[in-house]
């Protein structure tokens, strides 16, 4: 796990606000991270924030339009900051992006890059939003993948279910934080 990163992806208040369905999730993802912090795994925050007046969003991109339409991820905004539950300590990193991915628009890749790691560990909300797109694009950028099932959030159970137990198998490691902890836990 020496070239490692856990990526703590869109756990910002608005969208906790929106996703959280009262199962533990802060809780499990906060042990995830503390467990990272301990093992020596550096912990990347990823947010999504828009510039006020939007000018990286397209109305041709429906998705970002509706995001722009319901007032999220406005810049300095209160809901745009990253959940106190699990907030960065001093020295942390928190990259922002523009879009589904945490690498789109960001300069995560030149982090990555700089710090020479090499496989990522993936948590956040939505499942089949940033994890999904992140996932993906990390494949083709030749990542070795984890992604942290119940670290992970959707507003669709069903959605998350079929990306975790179905599809993310087949290019990730699928794990529950429990398990990681175990697997990253000095010997």
Known sequence: ?????????????????IADDGSGYLPRLRRAIDGARAAGIP??????GLRPSDPEVSPRNRVMANVVRAGLFTEGAPGTEIHPDVAPHQGDVVVTKRRGSAFSGSDLDLILRARDIDSLVLTGIATSAVV??????????DFG?????????????EVHRMLTEKLFPQWADVLAVQDWLTAIAPQ
Do not use: E, F, G, K
């Open 145 to 157: 993948l984890t992604v942290l099932a119940d670290a992970c959030l959707d507003t669709d159970p």
């Open 1 to 17: 796990m020496a070239n490692s990163a856990l990526l703590v992806m869109d756990v910002q208040r608005d969208v906790v606000a």
């Open 43 to 48: 912990v990347i925050y990823v947010v999504m």
């Open 132 to 141: 999904l797109s992140t996932l993906w694009h990390a494949i083709d950028l």
